[in-house]
């Protein structure tokens, strides 16, 4: 494709990665066939094809539009296009780039940046937020449908071990995966732990940087990189091997630190080796498949399994098919549903702020979910599990949790 950025964007880093991305795409609309919210409304301009075009003529001069806007809101930064694109077009940071060059241009209308701003504060306030979770539990008989669909019911985190091993990684807790389920990450110790592994958790880490991007506040997201990589880094020169994620949209997050901290020169090396070490708990597992078979208690009965690969897994982190390996060579089959690839519909916080489209993917993917029978629901990441738990009687969890369920103390 032919661009002709204007001097506003040209010589900017923004504009030189803009410029590549935008030539690579050839328009040949096979992105189209993979995109969920072009499935759901067949408007060109939800497809990523036509997503491109307006961040095109945006860059090329065209002032922004609440058309613009209204339509890269409606994207999931799912990055299925990508899977699917022929040309290897990075459309997630293209997106990125337009988002924030409307948000400029535009702002929001005063209620709908209240409303932002005020989730945003929240999700990134670890302790308001639990203890607001925990007063919605307490009281989701009487919330809203709406509201009440997004509480998990409360559920205690269980055995936490102690134990100092040889063997050390870092652990990145998130920002509202402990306040909404303390089980995955107190399940990721226990199974770590059995196998030799100290997960090493700094208190002045935080959040990986995705929600304040995402919600264009890319200032504010460099600084959460940034902070994160100052509370890694003395581990990481004292031996740690990995800094370990075990919810996907996170892990998309750090992998891309080198990326979006490429031009600051205090962080863009220190930022490519994190990259470099961050792994998926399904990364850092799949080695020691062997090792966790012989931990695995006695005469299990097996349960049909349902896996829903969320976005961030197999299109962020191009790890398509990793979970169902892993539990392949551990003895079970993970069964996967039509339209494995489509989104489900969470997507950080599009659910908050798309919530029609949301819940027209969210029962999309539990209905194809459903024609499996599964006993129990498995995913990989924090935003799918609650959106898929608020829409059915299924039971949703994380792998990690079902895994350390199935393994001796």
């Known amino acids: 494709m032919q661009t002709n950025l204007a001097d506003f964007i040209k010589h900017t880093p923004e504009g030189e990665v803009a410029d590549e991305i935008l030539r690579k795409c050839v328009h040949c609309g096979f992105c189209t066939a993979t995109c969920p919210t072009y ?5 060109e301009l ?3 094809r036509g997503r491109i075009y307006q961040i095109k003529q945006l860059l090329e001069g065209m002032s922004a539009t609440v058309s613009m806007q209204h339509h890269l809101d409606r994207c999931l930064t799912c990055r299925s296009c990508e899977t699917t694109c022929p040309s290897g077009v990075q459309y997630g940071h293209l997106a990125d780039i337009g988002r924030n060059e409307i948000e400029k241009q535009l702002g929001r209308p005063a209620l709908e940046k209240i409303k932002r701003d005020a989730l945003r ?20 008989p009487w ?26 990684a870092i652990m990145l807790e998130g920002c509202v ?19 030799g592994v100290e997960l090493l958790r700094p208190q002045n880490a935080g959040c990986c940087g995705a929600v304040n991007l995402h919600m264009s506040a890319e200032a504010q997201s460099l600084d959460d ?35 979006h901290l490429r031009n600051d020169t205090a962080y863009a090396e220190k930022a490519v080796r994190v990259s470099a070490l961050a792994k998926d708990i399904v990364e850092f597992l799949t080695p020691e498949a062997e090792r966790i078979r012989m931990k695995m208690k006695p005469g299990v009965s097996v349960q049909t399994l349902a896996y829903h690969p969320p976005c961030t897994l197999q299109h962020g982190q191009k790890l398509k098919g990793s979970v169902e390996a ?14 494995a690839h489509l989104c489900c519909g969470s997507a950080g916080t599009y659910s908050f702020f798309q919530p029609e489209l949301s819940q027209q993917l969210r029962d999309n993917k539990l209905a194809a979910l459903g024609e499996l029978k599964p006993d129990v629901i498995l995913s990989a990441n924090i935003g799918c599990i609650g959106h898929l738990a608020g829409g059915g ?3 949703v969890m994380h792998w990690i949790e079902y895994l350390d369920e199935l393994m001796t103390v």
């Open 39 to 43: 499935q759901l409304t067949g408007d």
């Open 46 to 48: 939800d497809s990523p």
């Open 121 to 140: 504060g929240l999700m990134l306030n670890k302790p308001l937020f639990e203890a607001t979770y925990r007063m919605a539990q307490t009281f989701k």
């Open 143 to 168: 919330l809203p449908k709406k509201i009440a669909a997004k509480v998990l019911p409360r559920r205690d985190a269980g055995r936490v071990p102690q134990t100092v091993h040889g063997r050390k």
């Open 177 to 195: 995966q402990p306040g909404m389920s303390p089980n995955i990450n107190a399940a990721t110790l226990r199974v770590l732990d059995r196998l």
């Open 225 to 259: 990189m940034r902070r994160n990589i100052d509370a890694w880094w003395p581990l990481l020169e004292a031996g740690a091997e990995a800094v370990l994620i075990n919810a996907s949209g996170c892990g998309a997050m750090v992998k891309e630190y080198g990326y």
């Open 326 to 339: 892993l539990f392949s060579e551990l003895g079970m089959t993970v069964l996967l549903p039509r339209d």
């Open 393 to 395: 009687q299924i039971p």
